[in-house]
């Protein structure tokens, strides 16, 4: 055999398998965490046993202590002592109720009967006039008596609030438990009350009175929690007082349960007294503190309570601490606040109304009274400190508003994620299905907050005001805005305090938003006057903000106070009236100069030659060129808080107020609050940097969009002033006509005030650019929409591909209504017209844009006729168009309405000017704006100077026999419409006479013309996006729509026409030409050019802007070289190519010839067959 085949064999026997070393390691290290396991194992059994024998014996002994208790106190013969109470009594039955109720959380029958007869017997003590028999006696005893004592009080309290935030109001049917309540709260009650104890005495009264401090003080700081037992019993108490009286509890029981809870809630403040020398006051802010956050934050807690036990909760010496406290340790409440849960509390919501909001409405509640009367219905609390009030209101509501926010922001977010779900996903947002309950939280929240929007509240702040610090530190700002004089009210303070109600009410009322607050701020004597002088000093004066507290200061005369500093800070101009500036309104306006007297018959506008430099300087107003960025928070809030009151106010203000009386405000103040707004508003959409103060820019927009449009309707401010903010930054033409397509195509849902930038300028202040600007960048809106629809295929030029109809002169409306009607956005195209003449002939003459011109401008004609019946002219001189409210009841009446805006449209996307103007009151509706009282008289002055006559009635109104109705004739027949629900029942009357204004003015401008106003806005927008309308006020519409209201500027249009032909500006027919038609009157002019150019009007911006340019073309003809001066003339008529702006003119010679022809030629409307 071979060897290496051999089996080796080992002599020393089978051997271990060899290990790694790191297999080793690991293999003792889990030896070692077993052994450990196994320790902690047996360590933990130990334990569990030891918890458990503890937990059984204590038990055991538990229940042989309570069987030894009951017999004890049954049995008859026991001899009642105050020693026997303390520790045969009151010692093993804490040992075994204090076992029961911390393993079961709550008490057994067994227990409530043990405990029953424990509280009787020590309330029978207490109540012993017997020094050995009082408890309460050992009160003032020995060290060791004293000891035993507190705790054994302090541990019979604890079970009380345990057994009183453990109590269920609403079982009617528990009688045990109603009477265990009643007594725990009686000797909770009689324990911290050493008045009452019968065994009190001049000698240990003041031990007595030691001890029960100290008890306090371990009740309030220890681990008892009163509050949050007191806060768990009222949060169960119902809101609603009628379902109170219905409880099956007896209201006698529970009033008694109820006002020894706010009792022992209110001990803290009344036992320890209030003096900062006193060594407990830590003891009381700590209690304060606990109050406010668990007593103040329970929802409706006015509404819970009894009225009888209000008036403890608002006297001096609780609330006062307690607003104290809000100031001082803000931050520690306000933090533990948001950690409170509302969800168990039927109604509440936290994320809808945070606990903060609950405070701020309970202390608004305890603040203030209600008093029957109907001339001062409110008053505040009595001894209340106001300056006081005012700073905790205003930093609760601070707080509040930011969770608000927040909450808002994560809403927000919420649906934007929603939003991003597939749409085949049906996703159901939660926060919907409560919208109904949240809208009925909000009601009853913003219910609470009545007193800060009734005038009282206003008017008792102000009169409290120390007049030394009125506007005390405006133009000075500080995080936490500490008043400079501790104790005075400052107008700052109440301006900050009605600015966040302001905000609150935005955000919280369903039902009005801001506008009980509005109304109130709006009608407050004086108040918008001494608001307009804090800003006036502050802005005018008081340069780089700085604080003017040391300036007299007195209500209702700011607006003149500072005139003279004004004049020289702002190089106001004398006051005169000039040709020049005249000349620059009635441009501008589109009114002649004695339209504009009246205007400025208080303070007529300065000459332009006597300006010192450029003009637009004394309206650019320095201190608010950087936006509300630029400003300080006291300015921001004065601010908001003005031009919301001040907007509101606007709505309401007639024109006999505002230009004649001149109130709240002379025409000079109207003139520098635009000046303020224009500017604040400009920097604001002009400055990017930083976050936006987005309620001051909506409050500030919408009070500047009033103040213009009244400017626009009436002037009184020098058009320099709107575009004084822009004079040097407006940027290119094009670049600013992007830059507002790209805003308004990113916030089509939204909100131009959240992106700062030059377009958001554009959509939101257009007015800031010079008109000519604005017209400019309207036609470059159209020519990039033409440029896009090209680039997507569509025809936008005449020729091959035009949409084609057939129109006869004599059914003009008819035929474009039958063929145009249904293409909707699509008549944008080129449309190529053939016309059917009177004889039923096709008319001569292919249309390159010419013909369609014609048509434009001929339907238009016909269609607003008033005799056609679609459209009626005011009745006013100028006769301006509006839709007859008639139209409704024609057959497709408000299909041919939406039909012409869409006519309309055309004529606008085309550049065609009409014939005919639009009242100012449906231009309104169509740019989306609504139309208040004044603008009555431009529709119908009749009825305007009836309803002012109702007005400033001197009598009784019901004299007059008027109700909310309105009595209309429409196709002969007499329609009543009510203007509210039963109008018809409603009598006017010297109270609601103004109510009734309104309403009749609000259905003649608003309600009656809506549905024709929005078939005309839908046809209109069809060509013409509402962005680009929004560039307009309701004047500028018609300029844009039909030129100037003037004549034909002849030296314009000669300077700007081309000869073709052979003629050319020395002509001989040509200068006749000229000659002619500066004879020619201004009718004949319009209808001169209408037949060259199919359009009666002159370009906007002048003939420079006519494509093609006017044109006089050649037309030779062969006569005698003396026709000049006798003979036989040209017999040949002048014609015109429309598609080319050109008037084909033969060569006259005399002109008398040229004369008659043109105007033989212009006035037979006979299309292309004349030549």
Request: hydrophobic letters at 40%.
């Amino acid at each position: 055999m071979d060897e290496s085949s051999k089996q080796q064999v080992s002599l020393r026997g089978a051997s271990a398998k060899e290990i790694t070393r790191n297999a080793l390691l690991e293999k003792v290290s889990h030896e070692r965490e077993l052994r450990s396991y196994t320790r902690r194992a047996a360590a933990v059994a130990i334990f569990i046993q030891k918890v458990w024998r503890r937990y059984n014996v204590t038990k055991k002994v538990a229940a042989k202590l309570q069987e030894e208790w009951k017999a004890l106190v049954n049995h008859q013969d026991v001899l009642l002592s105050s020693r026997w109470v303390s520790s045969s009594l009151l010692r093993p039955f804490l040992f075994f109720i204090t076992h029961s109720a911390t393993v079961n959380q709550k008490l057994r029958e067994t227990d409530i009967k043990c405990t029953l007869v424990c509280f009787k017997i020590l309330l029978e003590s207490i109540n012993s006039t017997a020094l050995e028999k009082n408890f309460c006696s050992l009160a003032s005893g020995t060290h060791e008596e004293r000891r035993t004592w507190l705790y054994q009080a302090q541990k019979m309290i604890s079970i009380c609030l345990f057994i009183l935030a453990e109590y269920d109001n609403t079982c009617s049917g528990n009688q045990d438990g109603i009477l265990l309540t009643t007594l725990a709260m009686r000797l909770a009650v009689a324990l911290t009350d050493p008045k009452g104890w019968k065994s009190a005495s001049n000698e240990n009264l003041r031990d007595s009175d030691s001890a029960v401090r100290e008890l306090i003080k371990c009740t309030v700081t220890g681990k008892s929690q009163v509050y949050n037992s007191i806060r768990r019993y009222i949060i169960r108490l119902d809101a609603g007082s009628a379902s109170r009286r219905n409880c099956g509890v007896q209201t006698d029981d529970r009033f008694l349960i109820t006002a020894s809870a706010i009792t022992l809630a209110l001990r803290p403040f009344h036992v320890v007294k209030l003096d900062t020398n006193y060594p407990c006051l830590f003891d009381v802010q700590d209690a304060a503190v606990q109050y406010c956050i668990l007593l103040l934050t329970i929802p409706w807690l006015s509404q819970r309570l009894s009225p009888v036990l209000l008036p403890a909760l608002k006297h001096r010496t609780v609330l006062s601490p307690c607003l104290k406290v809000l100031l001082m340790s803000k931050e520690k409440i306000f933090l533990e606040m948001p950690k409170l849960d509302l969800s168990k509390i039927p109604g509440c919501c936290t994320e809808v109304i945070p606990c903060v909001g609950w405070a701020l409405a309970n202390i608004i509640n305890l603040a203030t009274e209600s008093v029957n009367d109907s001339v001062n219905p409110g008053r505040f609390a009595q001894d209340l400190k106001c300056t006081l009030y005012v700073h905790v209101v205003g930093i609760i509501a601070e707080n509040l508003l930011v969770m608000l926010d927040n909450v808002g922001k994560t809403r927000k977010e919420s649906h934007e994620y929603i939003d991003t779900i597939d749409d085949s996903t049906e996703a159901v947002n939660p926060g919907d299905l409560g919208n109904e309950m949240n809208r009925s939280l909000k009601i009853s929240y913003i219910d609470l907050l009545k007193p800060v929007h009734q005038q009282w509240h206003l008017m008792t702040l102000l009169a409290k005001i120390n007049k030394d610090v009125y506007i005390q530190g405006i133009g000075t700002s500080s995080p936490n805005r500490s008043p400079p004089y501790p104790g005075n009210l400052r107008f700052l303070d109440i301006s900050y305090f009605y600015s966040y109600m302001l905000r609150i009410f935005s955000s919280l009322n369903p039902i009005g938003g801001p506008l009980p607050v509005l109304n109130m701020l709006a009608f407050t004597p004086g108040f918008l006057l001494d608001l307009w002088g804090a800003l006036e000093i502050s802005i005018f004066v008081g340069k780089n903000h700085i604080s003017v507290g040391d300036m007299p200061f007195r209500s209702g005369t700011s607006g003149s106070q500072n005139d003279a500093s004004f004049e020289k800070k702002q190089r106001k101009i004398p006051k005169d009236t000039g040709n020049k500036w005249a000349t620059v309104l009635q441009k501008i306006t589109g009114k002649s100069p004695l339209d504009m007297d009246h205007t400025h018959s208080t303070d007529d506008p300065p000459k332009l030659d006597q300006l010192d430099g450029d003009p637009c300087d004394s309206w650019d107003i320095e201190p608010l060129r950087q936006g509300p960025q630029g400003i300080s928070k006291d300015m921001a809030c004065l601010l908001h808080l003005f031009c919301a009151t001040y907007s509101h106010l606007l709505l309401i203000l007639d024109d006999i107020d505002f230009y004649e009386k001149q109130v709240p405000f002379k025409l000079e103040q109207q003139r520098r609050i635009a000046a303020v707004l224009n500017t604040l508003v400009y920097n604001c959409f002009s400055h990017s940097n930083g976050p936006q103060n987005t309620p001051l820019t909506e409050a500030a927009v919408r009070c500047l969009h009033l103040l213009y449009e009244r400017d626009c309707r009436h002037p009184f401010c020098p058009p320099d002033l709107w575009l004084s903010p822009a004079r040097t930054s407006r940027p290119p033409i094009a670049a600013a006509a992007r830059a507002h397509e790209v805003i308004s195509a990113n916030l089509r849902s939204g909100d131009a005030l959240t992106i700062p930038s030059m377009g958001s300028v554009i959509t939101t202040i257009p007015h800031v650019f010079p008109f000519e600007e604005r017209v400019q960048m309207f036609r470059e809106f159209i020519k990039l929409d033409k440029a896009s629809r090209r680039m997507a295929g569509e025809v936008a030029r005449p020729g091959p591909g035009s949409i084609e109809i057939v129109v006869r002169r004599n059914h003009i409306v008819e035929d474009g209504f039958k063929q145009l009607n249904t293409l909707g956005s699509k008549l944008k195209s080129s449309i190529h017209v053939s016309f059917v003449s009177e004889c039923g002939l096709p008319e001569a003459g292919l249309d390159y844009g010419g013909l369609s011109k014609e048509f434009l401008t001929d339907i238009s004609r016909t269609a607003f006729d008033p005799e056609h019946g679609l459209f009626s002219q005011t009745s006013t001189s100028e006769r301006l168009l509006i839709p007859n409210t008639a139209a409704r009841f024609m057959e497709n009446g408000i299909q041919m309405i939406e039909f012409l805006g869409r006519v309309v449209g055309k004529a606008l996307y085309e550049g065609i000017l009409l014939d005919y103007y639009f009242s100012h009151v449906f231009v309104q509706k169509l740019l989306g704006r609504y139309s208040f009282l004044d603008e009555l008289s431009t529709l119908d002055s009749e009825l305007y100077r009836n309803l002012m006559y109702v007005k400033n009635y001197d009598g009784d109104v019901k004299e007059l026999s008027l109700d909310f109705t309105v009595t209309e004739e429409i196709l002969g027949k007499r329609i009543v419409t009510e203007l509210k629900p039963g109008g018809k029942d409603v009598a006017v009357t010297n109270e609601n006479k103004l109510q009734y204004i309104h309403a009749i003015a609000d259905y003649k401008l608003n309600r009656q013309i809506l549905p024709l106003a929005n078939a005309f806005y839908r046809g209109l927008i069809d060509l013409i996006s509402p962005s680009w309308l929004s560039l307009f006020n309701a004047s500028e519409f018609n300029q844009l729509l039909s030129g100037g209201n003037h004549d034909i500027d002849i030296d314009d249009l000669r300077n700007n026409t081309r000869y073709t032909g052979g003629y050319s500006e020395g002509s001989r027919t040509v200068k006749l030409f000229w000659e002619v038609i500066s004879g020619f009157e201004p009718k004949e002019r319009c209808m001169l050019l209408k037949f060259v150019t199919s359009c009666s009007r002159a370009p906007l911006l002048g003939f420079k802007h006519l494509q093609p340019a006017f044109t006089i073309h050649k037309v030779a003809c062969d006569v005698p070289l003396w026709s000049a001066i006798g003979g036989q003339d040209v017999d040949r008529l002048p014609s015109a190519s429309t598609c080319y702006n050109t008037l084909k003119l033969p060569t006259y010679k005399r002109p008398s010839t040229l004369r008659a022809k043109l105007l033989y030629a212009i006035s037979s409307n006979a299309g292309f067959e004349l030549s």
